[in-house]
């Protein structure tokens, strides 16, 4: 049970894009200039890149050390995540389609992550050394 806290901020993390992608379509604002650059999917890639960045250092904060192979996963996982929400959309959130581009700048998100959490690492080891 000790172990669990490590994946709190990763939990809070998906339950937060659950949250927001199953908002009412009603209620997300809308601006033209942010749909004219899409805005939408760098917050999808951000959102989805937390998810393996938050996943891999809690595995870190655990074992400090994380495979390559777990980090793929990671990848799919969040790939998986989300596809499933896409089609969330489609079928039960109001207001709310499926988008094939949203899951795509999902899933480039989440490889994002996987560097966003080496350097961060890398980051953290540099500061160690010093000390």
Known sequence: MKQLRYFIPAI??????????TLPGRDIPTNSFLEKIHFDKFVHFGLFGGIVFFLSLAFWWQRKKISPALLFLFVLFAAAYGLAIEFIQKYYAEGRSFDLYDALADTIGAIAGVWVFRIFISILEKRKERK
Do not use: E, G, K, N
Request: with cysteine; aromatic share 10%; glycine share 0%.
């Open 12 to 21: 809070a993390w998906l339950v937060l894009i659950m949250v927001l992608c």
